[in-house]
Nanobody, 117 residues
Framework: QVQLVESGGGLVQPGGSLRLSCAAS????????MGWYRQAPGKQRELVAT???????NYADSNKGRFTISRDNAKNTVYLRMNSLNLEDTAVYYC???????????WGQGTQVTVSS
């Protein structure tokens, strides 16, 4: 069993930036895919970005050019750098880990990101 703990969320103004962190209780090298997902009020959970063990990244179209996912295997941590935040980015952001490209097995509890002026 792996625990994923997100941090770094908070309140930010439109146009601002945040960096989310996801610390795993075990080695993230055991997982093929690490990812960030988000769920806004009244909406379904959606993909934000994923990164594979080889470093290949994938982003939702709405995030391309603004968000950057990265991983530090030595620290068992995955990051999500978010720039040029807008109101539509307000959501609970979840970290996830999976053994395949398509299915995430472990999920964190989430961290709230609120973009507001």
């Amino acid at each position: 069993q792996v625990q994923l703990v997100e941090s770094g969320g908070g309140l930010v103004q439109p146009g601002g930036s945040l960096r989310l962190s996801c610390a795993a209780s075990g080695s993230i090298e055991n997982f093929l895919t690490m990812g960030w997902y988000r769920q806004a009020p009244g909406k379904q959970r959606e993909l934000v970005a994923t990164i594979t063990s080889s470093g290949r990244t994938n982003y939702a179209d709405s995030n391309k050019g603004r968000f950057t996912i990265s991983r530090d295997n030595a620290k068992n941590t995955v990051y999500l750098r978010m720039n040029s935040l807008n109101l539509e980015d307000t959501a609970v952001y979840y970290c996830a880990a999976g053994f395949t490209l398509a299915t995430m097995t472990y999920w964190g509890q989430g961290t709230q990101v609120t973009v507001s002026s």
